[in-house]
């Protein structure tokens, strides 16, 4: 009997999950992220009665996955206290000697969307969570994109939506797409939780202007067959026509898109997404 880890490594939480031979989740844990030290010990305790076959991991970034470099495994240079520069993935391997994938959150999240939810009928899709932060993954024919790094398509340059000139919430760029479109941008811009805004604010034709940008742009780079929303903000099922609406206008009529009401879809797998990307990518190291 082969046993599946997954560890979707978050900023907030760590969850961990557990699956059979057919990815049937057996167990699955959240556990509050504090600092590396004590998570670990309680990630181990989660795994430690399992003899695991593999292990996916997911984890928040940047982190480094390029194989070649002495840093590889490393979450790199993140602002979370306590969590810059730990080699997450050695201390994984150290403890469990078995193949081990290492990924980016959104990466484990696009692969799991792509093979086993939103995108299960495509070969290539573009993952996007729009949050506390945005982070994009793509997976191209079939595999996880990575190049010297991996994608931060959250961080792209955008326009400015006319006459928007609420300060940026990036401490790195002044017009980027998480600084103005993520969970912590509609707050500043109207000094209310996102989940507590009407649905009919005006600020979701900001928000749609904004998400509708950046998908174009990855459209026109990509060209994937489907692009996934998932993320605490995309919870507000208006956005969903709005921002279809926008990348239709932006656009214009250059690239003849997909329906696209099958090219922007929100997620399938919910909250697993991840969950299901790092399991499928520890069973893969077995293949
Ligand atoms: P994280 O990105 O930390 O994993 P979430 O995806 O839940 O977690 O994102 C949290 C951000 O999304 C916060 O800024 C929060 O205000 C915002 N958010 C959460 N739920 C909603 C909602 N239903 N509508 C709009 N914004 C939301
Ligand atoms: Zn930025």
Not at 122 to 136: A, D, K, P
Not at 185 to 202: M, N, V
Not at 207 to 214: K, V, W
Request: some cysteine.
């Amino acid at each position: 009997m082969a046993y599946y880890g997954s560890i979707e490594a978050g900023g907030t939480k760590f969850v961990c999950a557990i699956a059979d031979e057919e990815l049937k989740i057996i167990e699955r844990i959240s556990l509050p992220t504090t600092l590396p030290e004590a998570t670990l010990e309680q990630v181990f305790t989660f795994f430690d009665s399992y003899d695991l076959t593999a292990l996916g991991v997911g984890s928040f970034g940047p982190i480094d996955v390029n194989r070649k470099s002495s840093t590889y495994g490393y979450i790199t240079s993140t602002p979370k206290p306590g969590w810059r520069n730990i080699d997450l993935l050695g201390a994984l391997k150290a403890r469990y000697d078995i193949p081990i994938a290492w990924t980016t959150d959104v990466n484990a999240a696009a692969y799991g969307e792509m093979h086993l939810g939103a995108g299960k009928d495509t070969q290539s899709c573009i993952y996007l969570t729009v949050g506390t932060g945005v982070g994009g993954g793509a997976v191209v024919n079939g595999v996880v994109l990575q190049g010297f790094s991996h994608p931060e398509m959250g961080h792209i340059s955008v326009q400015r939506y006319p006459n928007d000139t609420v300060e940026s919430t990036c401490p790195y760029h002044d017009n980027c797409l998480e600084g103005l479109a993520a969970g912590p941008a509609l707050e500043k811009r109207t000094g209310i939780k996102g989940q507590s805004l009407a649905f009919d604010h005006d600020v979701w034709a900001i928000e749609a202007f904004y998400l509708a940008q950046a998908l174009m742009n990855y459209t026109l780079v990509l060209s994937p067959e489907k692009i996934i929303l998932g993320g605490g903000v995309m919870k507000q099922a208006q956005l969903f026509p709005m921002i279809r609406e926008s990348l239709k206008q932006q656009l214009g009529d250059y690239v003849a898109l997909p329906p696209l009401e099958d090219y922007i879809v929100g997620c399938d797998l919910e909250d697993n997404s991840g969950t299901m990307g790092c399991l499928l990518l520890a069973k893969e190291q077995c293949a």
